[in-house]
């Protein structure tokens, strides 16, 4: 099946319809026959409707005209979606429904008045530009819950042609919204995926006997022969394909369209206007583009920046700057370093705002430099009707589902990158978790994880069933259900990380996946284990780290001294000043005053001073510059809790609790909050005002996640008491959630 036969059907039926007027209506009947819809774009599939409208002027009387056309062409065989319309009731229905609109807007001279059919089109077609406005929303409203009723063509188990998300009514519905001059959309690439569906669609006409529009399992061998590709699963890859292309155009276009709405109204600027986001990259209309100072050969790490501030911003990551990316951006170095890292775990963590701009690094061919081994899973459909995506798009999912429990892990950045590899290995004879484990651990190694990250990543991809599989299998009672778990996973944090990625891939899955059944069975089993785990290590009596660094003559001297080590991704600032309560504070709010990103911290006492040395982001800090905004903030001519304020309404809350078995010497406070500038102030301070002094504290920035743990002592030393510790962590609760 191909255009010509498309073509032919088309001059076929139109022959037909021409006859037809021509005997039931005589030369001057002041009407016209048109195709409109499928018919009229001249896509009659082997079963097809043929979409036709008796138009007239207003006041004029067919009479029987229409009786007599209808039914020769029934007599013919053909069947027939038919109506008479005077012009205005055209016009009519196309403002009571975006569906009529957008067939008119497709409408071909069949037979009768040229010129009114000429009228006919020119008039919708103005029609459509002018109320766009207006049409476009309802339209969009329809489109999305379509999606969110049929699902993706590119991962259904049974794909539907037209309906689904990316099928050939999405194509329409695009070519629709280009014709309203609004936003512009890819036409060359879209109309080849049209043309192509078409020809899918035909086959399938032709395969059922029917008019059916849904890819049944059985077909796929047979289409793959009709369509001369390879198999069934070479068959499979070409039509999900196409669906995840259109997808794709669909999301990016309406998102331009809600952008336009958005800019509607406010006063344009000539040029773009360009927002700073991150070195390199900018926001320009919504869509995330590179600044004029970027260098994609000098910056290897440009475009996983580019891609993690599109995806925690929730905009486009714009498909030409990624193809840039693609082709321009220097090659990682091997291993990666800390930064490259931090920002996949960004990008991962970004919820719904990943999956538009890891389909659009997919597209571009971005992600091979990322992530060459995706390929392996890249449109792979799961043996089990279960799932609700193909391996890949699962993978995403999993990803998303991740995000929303980092607050429940020490490691998110293992939680999610194991949630993007956890199918890796699919797609082989071999048991997937078995085959990935190894692929995984090379992937892991090649990102610059240390070797007890990799070790977690590839345990945790090699037994990533383990819990359900466990738990939904065995009677739950029996002791020896926990030692099944406890025989593979045999450390607190590797099974707190598989309960966590269990969660998210049961979620990603599908929701029969993740009942209250099978979660309360799942979430009991590790709560167990976990208890056992805990309860046979012995406590660690852990205390104030013992560590030693030179004073230096500055601080000697005048009791305060900053020094500043350049690093190749950023700067070690090292920090001596007097030990006082708050100290810690006002250190931690001079770096958020600046904006700079802090990704780890220590803190040590040497009496009578209190080392703190910060790992930053940021380069070429000058210690004078630091210095006097310091001792703004310590004599009280800065106040910085004006500038840093807790997270947005939103986000996901933050965990803080109180280690009791942890420390000695110390209470041990942990903390996990979305990372931004000011958390460690916002600790500090919340304690400082309870006259609470910090020990030790250690601050780890993972992905977006800030895990920060302080070593605490009354001002009189001695750690806390319980009711103190209790207060403690509600206060630093409510500094942080903005209670």
């Known amino acids: 099946m191909s255009a010509t036969d498309r073509s032919r059907r088309t001059a076929e039926a139109d022959e037909v319809c021409a ?17 409109v819809g499928g018919y009229g774009r001249g896509e ?53 429904d975006p569906r009529v609109a957008l067939g008119l807007l497709d409408v071909r001279h069949l037979a009768g008045d040229t010129n009114l059919t000429l009228r006919l089109r020119a008039t919708m077609l103005a029609h459509w530009r002018k109320n ?36 050939l009514r999405d194509a329409t519905v695009l070519n629709a919204v280009v014709a309203t001059w609004l936003v512009d959309v890819p036409q060359v690439e879209l109309e080849r995926c049209r043309l192509s569906l078409l020809d899918v669609r035909d086959v399938v006409h032709e395969l059922a006997g029917r008019a059916v529009d849904r890819i049944a399992p059985e077909m796929w061998d047979e289409l793959a022969a009709r369509l001369e590709l390879g198999d069934a699963r070479a068959a ?49 209309y919504d869509e995330v583009v590179l600044d004029r100072n970027a260098r994609p050969d000098r910056d290897p790490l440009l475009l996983l920046r580019a891609a993690a501030e599109a ?77 609700r995506f193909t391996v890949d798009r699962h993978s995403v999912e999993t990803c998303i589902e991740a995000a929303g429990l980092i607050r429940s892990v020490r490691r998110p950045d293992v939680l999610l990158v194991t949630a993007l590899l956890h199918d890796i290995g699919k797609g082989e004879l071999t048991e997937h978790s078995v085959a990935g484990a190894p692929i995984a651990r090379v992937i892991a190694g090649r990102m610059g994880f240390d070797a007890r990250a990799v070790d977690l990543i590839a345990t945790l991809v090699r037994w990533h069933l383990l819990l359900a599989m466990t738990a939904t299998t065995r009677d739950p009672e029996d002791p020896a259900t926990v030692d099944v778990v406890l025989e593979r996973i045999d450390d607190p944090e590797a099974l707190s990380l598989l309960t966590a990625l269990t969660e998210a891939d049961s979620r990603a899955t599908s929701p029969k996946a993740w009942s209250s059944w099978r979660s309360r069975l799942i979430l009991g089993l590790a709560a167990r284990a976990q208890r056992q785990l805990e309860g046979g290590a012995s406590a660690r009596a852990a205390g104030v780290p013992d560590e030693h660094l030179e004073i230096p003559r500055e601080a000697r001297k005048r009791g305060l001294s900053f020094d500043v080590e350049s690093l190749p991704d950023g700067s070690r600032v090292t920090v001596v000043a007097q030990d006082r309560v708050g100290l810690l504070a006002d250190m931690a709010a001079t770096f958020g005053l600046q904006r700079v990103a802090v990704r780890s911290a220590r803190v040590w006492m040497q009496e009578p001073y209190a080392i703190t040395v910060w790992e930053v982001a940021d380069a070429d800090l000058d210690p004078r510059v630091l210095r006097e905004r310091f001792e703004a903030i310590s004599d009280g001519r800065i106040d910085p809790s004006t500038r840093l304020k807790p997270a947005a309404a939103g986000t996901l809350a933050p965990s803080v609790v109180i280690r009791p078995d942890a420390g000695t010497r110390a209470t041990v406070l942990e903390v996990r909050t979305a990372d931004r500038p000011g958390v460690v102030y916002l600790v500090a301070a919340a304690l400082a005002r309870l006259d609470i002094t910090v020990r030790s504290a250690h601050v780890d920035t993972l992905g977006p996640q800030a895990v920060d743990v302080f070593y605490l002592q009354e001002a009189s030393a001695g750690a806390l008491g319980e009711e103190r510790a209790a207060t403690a962590a509600t206060a630093v609760r409510s500094a942080l959630a903005g209670d």
Request: aromatic share 6%.
């Open 132 to 167: 766009a406005v207006q049409q476009l929303p309802a339209l969009r409203q329809l489109t999305f819950a379509r999606h969110e009723l049929l699902g993706e063509l590119a991962h259904a188990s049974v794909p539907d042609l037209k309906e689904m998300s990316g099928g």
């Open 19 to 35: 006859r037809a007027y021509a005997d039931a209506a005589g030369p001057e009947s002041g009407a016209a026959l048109v195709a």
């Open 44 to 96: 009659l599939a082997p079963y097809s409707d043929w979409d036709v409208v008796l138009v007239h002027d207003e006041g004029i009387d067919l009479g029987e005209t229409a009786t007599k056309l209808w039914y020769p062409l029934w007599d013919h065989g053909a069947k027939i979606d038919h109506s008479v319309r005077s012009l205005p009731e055209m016009l009519g229905a196309a403002d009571g």
């Open 311 to 387: 995806a925690e911003h929730d905009v486009v990551l714009a498909p030409a700057t990624a193809a840039r990316l693609a082709r321009e951006c220097a090659p990682l170095p091997v291993p990666w370093p800390e930064e490259a890292r931090n920002l996949l775990v960004r990008l991962l963590a970004a919820g719904r705002g990943l999956r538009d701009v890891w389909e659009t690094l997919e597209e571009t061919g971005a992600l091979d430099r990322i992530l060459p081994e995706w390929e392996r899973i890249r449109l792979l459909p799961h043996a089990s009707v279960i799932h």
């Open 236 to 284: 499979q890859a070409f039509v999900r394909e196409l669906g995840r292309r259109i997808t794709h155009l669909s999301r990016l276009t309406w998102r331009r369209v809600d952008a336009y709405f958005r800019q509607r109204g406010a006063a344009s600027p000539r040029r773009p206007q360009l927002i700073p986001l991150a070195p390199g990259v900018a926001l320009a």
